[in-house]
C-alpha cells in the first residue's frame, strides 16, 4: 500500500519556469491537500479539494493552481515560479477531514 | 484569524526522561486536535489525536491533555527514546461530522532531540 506518493522528490526551477507537481493516493480518499513547509512556519495549507472535479484556495494560494481531474490525483502548478515559492511542498490526503496521510513531500528551488 | 502557538521551538531532553511540547488556540470552535511527528526528509505522520469531548488520551508512551476552557492542549512522551527525535507539530480544528471542510491549522513545530 503505497499511501501518498509525491513526484518529484527533489525541482530547481529558474524564476519564470512553470512546472507541476504531482499528488497521487491510493486509498480512495475524498480530500486532498496542498501544503507548503517554511523553517519556523509549520505547515500553510494553499489549495485542496474535497471531491473529484473540486478545488478551493487555502491560506497561502496565490502564485499557484491546481486541478483534481481524478479522484486519486491531485495536481499543483506554478504557472511563474518566484523565489518565494522555494518551500518543501506536502500533499495530504483524507477520508474525512481528519487524520491526514502525508506525502514524502518536493523540496523546490527557485533560482 | 485563526492561530495555533506551539512552545517550546526546541526540546532536548535525556534518553528516559520525559517531554512535553504545548499548544494553544485561538479559535473556541476548535474541537478537533491533532499531534504530527515529522522525521527528518520525511513527510508528517499522525500519531494521536484527541476531540474536545474527551480530557485525555494516551497510546503507550505518549498521552494528549485538552484544557477547552484555557484553550490549550499538550503532547506528553515519556521515557523518552532517541528514535522519538523529530519535529512535531499540534494542529486545531473545528471538525463537524456532518461533512464539509473544517480548516486544520498548524503550530510551527517542536524540535525535540533526546540524546542518549
Known amino acids: 500500500n503505497a499511501g501518498v506518493t509525491q513526484t518529484p522528490k527533489f525541482r530547481v526551477l529558474k524564476t519564470g519556469q512553470s512546472m507541476t507537481l504531482l499528488c497521487a493516493q491510493d486509498?480512495?480518499?475524498?480530500?486532498m491537500y496542498w501544503y507548503r513547509q517554511d523553517p519556523g512556519m509549520g505547515l500553510r495549507l494553499i489549495h485542496y479539494s474535497v471531491g473529484e472535479g473540486t478545488t478551493a484556495k487555502g491560506e497561502v494560494p496565490d502564485g499557484y493552481n491546481v486541478s483534481r481531474l481524478k479522484k486519486q490525483n491531485f495536481l499543483l502548478g506554478l504557472e511563474s515560479a518566484a523565489p518565494s515559492q522555494t518551500s518543501v511542498y506536502f500533499c495530504?490526503?483524507?477520508?474525512?477531514?481528519?487524520?491526514?496521510?502525508f506525502g514524502s513531500g518536493t523540496r523546490l528551488t527557485v533560482v | 484569524g485563526e492561530n495555533v502557538e506551539q512552545h517550546p521551538s526546541t526540546l532536548s531532553v535525556q534518553e528516559g526522561d520525559s517531554a512535553v511540547i504545548k499548544c494553544t488556540y485561538s479559535d473556541s470552535a476548535s474541537n478537533y486536535f491533532p499531534w504530527y511527528k515529522q522525521e527528518l526528509g520525511k513527510g508528517p505522520q499522525l500519531i494521536i489525536d484527541i476531540r474536545s469531548n474527551v480530557g485525555e488520551k494516551k497510546d503507550q508512551r505518549i498521552a494528549v491533555t485538552l484544557n477547552k476552557t484555557a484553550k490549550h492542549f499538550s503532547l506528553h512522551i515519556t521515557e523518552t527514546q532517541p528514535e522519538d527525535s523529530a519535529v512535531y507539530f499540534c494542529a486545531a480544528s473545528p471538525w463537524r461530522p456532518s461533512g464539509g471542510y473544517n480548516k486544520l491549522i498548524f503550530g510551527a513545530g517542536t524540535r525535540l532531540a533526546v540524546h542518549p
Open positions: 495530504a490526503s483524507s477520508y474525512e477531514d481528519y487524520g491526514y496521510t
Open positions: 486509498m480512495n480518499h475524498e480530500y
